[in-house]
């Protein structure tokens, strides 16, 4: 009898060891706008960010065999969810990742839901991803509209800043960010007097300018994003918005935002950003790293999102073992907290919306600025369980249920 | 004040002067593809990637060789009008003799190419290209604060429009080039370098280009697919003020620039359909353009 059970001990050790040492296949796909307006903050720098995490995590788990396709979605939701399709249903592609402009990615996360798979965003902005729009197989990493509407926006209110007039991108993720902040103008004692809303890429926004200017708002928020932030930021500057006494407030602007409009112009910007290059000496680390293969450049908080949520769905799906379907694993990931170098320990809510802190920065004058890429003063830093919209408030079906 | 449909008569005169510093930068453009149509019969997919270079090339100007804005003015456009020669006398002079279609897919091809050039060597998001101090500022006009340099901008353009009609129109020069178009063989029995001139005419539109690029640099944001968005919009401008028109094009460059801006005021979101809409319309009731001959 000792021998039996001391046997069944030895195979069972045995097994164990055995599914240890198990293979594991994971596909993971990059999309994101690999040549338009936004292929600076995510693009092929999001697929660097991803080179890098697989290599970390391989490095500890030689098991784990990662494979990384990538594909440019053209801005145009259609063109990305016929990708996302041909990804999981003929590629075996287990995971999308990053897919800035909300309206694709909104598109993916039905995709994602419907063959239950799994979605992680860091790329779009829309607070509706984890809002209305939430679904079990989506995880919003690195940003949110109302987050960034939470950081900027308050902190104009409190200056001062009580009436605005908004400058929108006419598709979603406008929308969503000209919703949150009016919501959290309104909510902090402040008025909006009027809005216009313009087309993606836009060349000239002078006129609108003129528009809101004439509406004497003490604000002017820019819903938008990219080339049509900084064509906003240079036509305010020329026609004397801000020494008129009107203030402009980012209410999305990148790092290589700040870079392209120079910081001639770009000075005295407020915005806010989840993670920044130059905060400290482990950031300044992995972005040496990735300009390996982005020399030149400078990464934005959406290539450090993908890097670290490619990590943590890793570490998940190591956790489950073997080929779990998208709801498991984005379940998995919502039960072990996160921790990785770039946003430090956090967790994944419910509805799908990771938690971190968040940074207010203010763009350095040019004299103020020692080197390329030193663009910003640290103002405040929004503690995490104050960053994003409380649980509640999102009506995201799957809370309560 | 007074208000007209609603809105008061200051915002709508700034308007008005706002599509018209717009429509600026499409009679540049669009004077710069009737020049090379017109002449060359060639559809020039190009001219949105050679603006681009012109704005490019103005911020290497600076950066490199610290050649200040009026410099690029006049350097830009000629190196990148050398570029255009260069494309000319290599691709573009095989295909005089083939269908519209064979040149609009070579210059599209070849924008394709550039743009994707640009934006692997310089990214997506732009450079900075500061505005040359002496036309930093503006006059305020009572109705609405006028940058210096806008104005600058809608001078320059006139001039330039004007001097490039004037020349094709009014000059020995210009009769030879229109001769040339009309019937090659006889213009070359006069002893008239006639390849050279075409090689000439398309370096010069695709200069108009590159000077429409350098002007834009300090407003506009500097990246690859700058050109591409415009492009477009300048085509239907061409298409409505009749292909191949000098005048046609100046005319509706400025006058949709107009309508642009007023549509920016009245309903935003159609401002970047409102042109299509009206080439649309003008391609129904008279196909060959406003200013068009019907062929």
Same mark, same amino acid.
Request: glycine share 10%; charged share 15%; aromatic share 10%.
């Given at each position: 009898? +000792?021998?039996?059970?001391?046997?069944?001990? =030895?195979?069972?050790?045995?097994?164990?060891?055995?599914?240890?040492?198990?293979?594991?296949?994971?596909?993971?796909?990059?999309?994101?706008?690999?040549?338009?307006?936004?292929?600076? !903050?995510?693009?092929?720098?999001?697929?660097?960010?991803?080179? =890098?995490?697989?290599?970390?995590?391989?490095?500890?788990?030689?098991?784990?065999?990662?494979?990384?396709?990538?594909?440019?979605?053209?801005?145009?939701?259609?063109?990305?969810?016929? @990708?996302?399709?041909? &990804?999981?249903?003929?590629?075996?592609?287990?995971?999308?990742?990053?897919?800035?402009?909300?309206?694709?990615?909104?598109?993916?996360?039905?995709?994602?839901?419907?063959?239950?798979?799994?979605? @992680?965003?860091?790329?779009?902005?829309?607070?509706?991803?984890?809002?209305?729009?939430?679904?079990?197989?989506? !995880?919003? &990493?690195?940003?949110?509209? &109302?987050?960034?509407?939470?950081?900027?926006?308050?902190?104009?209110?409190?200056?001062?800043?009580?009436?605005?007039?908004?400058?929108?991108?006419?598709?979603? %993720?406008?929308?969503?960010?000209?919703?949150?902040?009016?919501?959290?103008?309104? +909510?902090?004692?402040?008025?909006?007097?009027?809005?216009?809303?313009?087309?993606?890429?836009?060349?000239?926004?002078?006129?609108?300018?003129?528009?809101?200017?004439?509406?004497?708002?003490?604000? !002017?928020?820019?819903?938008?994003?990219?080339?049509?932030?900084?064509?906003?930021?240079?036509?305010?500057?020329?026609?004397?918005?801000?020494?008129?006494?009107?203030?402009?407030?980012?209410?999305?602007?990148?790092?290589?935002?700040?870079?392209?409009?120079?910081?001639?112009?770009?000075?005295?910007?407020?915005?806010?950003?989840?993670?920044? &290059?130059?905060?400290?000496?482990?950031?300044?680390?992995?972005?040496?790293?990735?300009?390996?293969?982005?020399?030149?450049?400078?990464?934005?908080? !959406?290539?450090?999102?993908?890097?670290?949520? @490619?990590?943590?769905?890793?570490?998940?799906?190591?956790?489950?073992?073997?080929?779990?379907?998208? +709801?498991?694993?984005?379940?998995?990931?919502?039960?072990?907290?996160?921790?990785?170098?770039? %946003?430090?320990?956090?967790?994944?809510?419910?509805?799908?919306?990771? @938690?971190?802190?968040?940074?207010?920065?203010?763009? +350095?004058?040019?004299?103020?600025?020692?080197?390329?890429?030193?663009?910003?003063?640290?103002?405040?830093?929004?503690?995490?369980?104050?960053?994003?919209?409380?649980?509640?408030?999102?009506?995201?079906?799957?809370?309560?249920? | 004040?007074?208000?007209?449909?609603?809105?008061?008569?200051?915002?709508?005169?700034?308007?008005?002067?706002?599509?018209?510093? *717009? #429509?600026?930068?499409? /009679?540049?453009?669009?004077?710069?593809?009737?020049?090379?149509?017109?002449?060359?019969?060639?559809?020039?997919?190009?001219?949105?990637?050679?603006?681009?270079? #012109?704005?490019?090339? /103005?911020?290497?100007?600076?950066?490199?060789?610290?050649?200040?804005?009026?410099?690029?003015?006049?350097?830009?456009?000629?190196?990148?009008?050398?570029?255009?020669?260069?494309?000319?006398?290599?691709?573009?002079?095989?295909?005089?003799?083939?269908?519209?279609?064979?040149?609009?897919?070579?210059?599209?091809?070849?924008?394709?190419?550039?743009?994707?050039?640009?934006?692997?060597?310089?990214?997506?998001?732009?450079?900075?290209?500061?505005?040359?101090?002496?036309?930093?500022?503006?006059?305020?006009?009572?109705?609405?604060?006028?940058?210096?340099?806008?104005?600058?901008?809608?001078?320059?353009?006139?001039?330039?429009?004007?001097?490039?009609?004037?020349?094709?129109?009014? $000059?020995?020069?210009?009769?030879?080039?229109?001769?040339?178009?009309? *019937?090659? $063989?006889?213009?070359?029995?006069?002893?008239?370098?006639?390849?050279?001139?075409?090689?000439?005419?398309?370096?010069?539109?695709?200069?108009? /280009?590159?000077?429409?690029?350098?002007?834009?640099?300090?407003?506009?944001?500097?990246?690859?697919?700058?050109?591409?968005?415009?492009?477009?919009?300048?085509?239907?401008?061409?298409?409505?003020?009749?292909?191949?028109?000098?005048?046609?094009?100046?005319?509706?460059?400025?006058?949709? #620039?107009?309508?642009?801006?007023?549509?920016?005021?009245?309903?935003?979101?159609?401002?970047?359909?409102?042109?299509?809409?009206?080439?649309?319309?003008?391609?129904?009731?008279?196909?060959?353009?406003?200013?068009?001959? $019907?062929?």
């Amino acid at each position: 009898m +000792k021998h039996l059970i001391s046997m069944a001990a =030895l195979a069972a050790a045995l097994a164990c060891g055995s599914a240890q040492a198990q293979q594991l296949n994971v596909k993971i796909g990059v999309m994101s706008d690999m040549s338009s307006l936004y292929a600076d !903050i995510g693009g092929p720098g999001s697929v660097a960010a991803a080179k =890098l995490a697989v290599a970390d995590f391989t490095k500890d788990h030689p098991n784990v065999k990662v494979e990384l396709v990538s594909a440019d979605h053209q801005n145009k939701p259609d063109v990305g969810s016929g @990708i996302v399709n041909k &990804w999981f249903d003929s590629e075996n592609v287990d995971m999308v990742i990053d897919v800035p402009n909300s309206g694709v990615a909104l598109a993916t996360s039905q995709v994602a839901s419907q063959k239950n798979k799994l979605f @992680i965003v860091s790329g779009a902005a829309a607070s509706d991803l984890t809002g209305p729009k939430c679904n079990a197989n989506t !995880i919003h &990493w690195t940003y949110d509209t &109302w987050m960034l509407a939470n950081g900027t926006g308050k902190a104009m209110v409190k200056t001062g800043g009580d009436t605005w007039f908004f400058l929108t991108a006419d598709y979603a %993720f406008g929308h969503a960010l000209e919703r949150d902040t009016s919501e959290v103008v309104e +909510k902090n004692g402040g008025k909006v007097l009027g809005k216009v809303r313009h087309p993606l890429n836009t060349n000239d926004f002078s006129s609108f300018l003129l528009q809101a200017q004439t509406s004497k708002a003490k604000v !002017i928020g820019l819903a938008n994003a990219g080339g049509d932030t900084i064509n906003s930021i240079k036509a305010a500057s020329e026609f004397g918005i801000v020494s008129g006494g009107q203030k402009l407030a980012g209410l999305l602007v990148f790092s290589s935002d700040v870079a392209a409009l120079g910081l001639q112009t770009a000075q005295g910007l407020s915005l806010t950003e989840t993670w920044y &290059w130059d905060a400290n000496d482990v950031n300044r680390a992995w972005t040496k790293r990735w300009q390996g293969e982005r020399p030149g450049k400078f990464p934005t908080m !959406i290539h450090a999102g993908v890097y670290a949520g @490619i990590l943590h769905y890793l570490k998940a799906r190591v956790a489950l073992g073997g080929n779990p379907d998208g +709801k498991t694993v984005a379940a998995k990931m919502k039960e072990i907290p996160t921790d990785d170098q770039l %946003f430090g320990k956090g967790t994944i809510r419910a509805d799908g919306r990771k @938690i971190h802190d968040a940074y207010l920065f203010e763009v +350095k004058k040019p004299s103020e600025s020692k080197y390329p890429g030193d663009f910003y003063h640290l103002k405040a830093t929004i503690p995490a369980a104050e960053a994003f919209r409380p649980l509640k408030e999102g009506n995201c079906p799957l809370v309560g249920s | 004040m007074f208000e007209i449909f609603g809105i008061p008569s200051n915002a709508l005169f700034s308007q008005l002067l706002i599509g018209l510093i *717009n #429509g600026s930068f499409y /009679a540049l453009l669009s004077l710069g593809l009737a020049v090379i149509f017109g002449m060359l019969n060639i559809i020039n997919f190009t001219h949105g990637a050679q603006y681009m270079m #012109g704005a490019f090339m /103005a911020f290497f100007l600076l950066q490199y060789a610290g050649l200040s804005y009026w410099w690029a003015l006049i350097v830009a456009p000629v190196v990148v009008g050398l570029f255009g020669m260069i494309i000319e006398r290599t691709m573009l002079q095989w295909l005089y003799k083939l269908d519209h279609l064979y040149g609009l897919l070579l210059t599209f091809g070849l924008a394709l190419i550039i743009e994707g050039v640009f934006r692997n060597y310089f990214g997506s998001s732009g450079l900075p290209y500061a505005m040359p101090d002496s036309l930093r500022g503006g006059q305020n006009l009572g109705f609405m604060f006028l940058p210096n340099y806008r104005a600058w901008v809608v001078v320059a353009s006139l001039v330039v429009c004007l001097g490039t009609w004037f020349v094709i129109e009014r $000059t020995r020069l210009g009769a030879y080039l229109r001769a040339a178009t009309e *019937n090659p $063989t006889l213009v070359r029995a006069f002893g008239i370098n006639v390849p050279r001139m075409i090689t000439l005419t398309y370096g010069f539109g695709v200069g108009l /280009a590159a000077l429409a690029g350098v002007m834009a640099a300090p407003i506009y944001n500097v990246s690859p697919q700058m050109g591409s968005d415009l492009i477009i919009v300048v085509f239907a401008v061409v298409v409505i003020g009749g292909m191949g028109s000098i005048m046609g094009a100046i005319v509706t460059g400025f006058g949709l #620039g107009v309508i642009e801006g007023l549509t920016k005021v009245f309903f935003p979101e159609a401002s970047n359909t409102v042109i299509f809409v009206i080439m649309a319309i003008v391609l129904l009731i008279r196909p060959a353009g406003l200013f068009g001959r $019907t062929a």
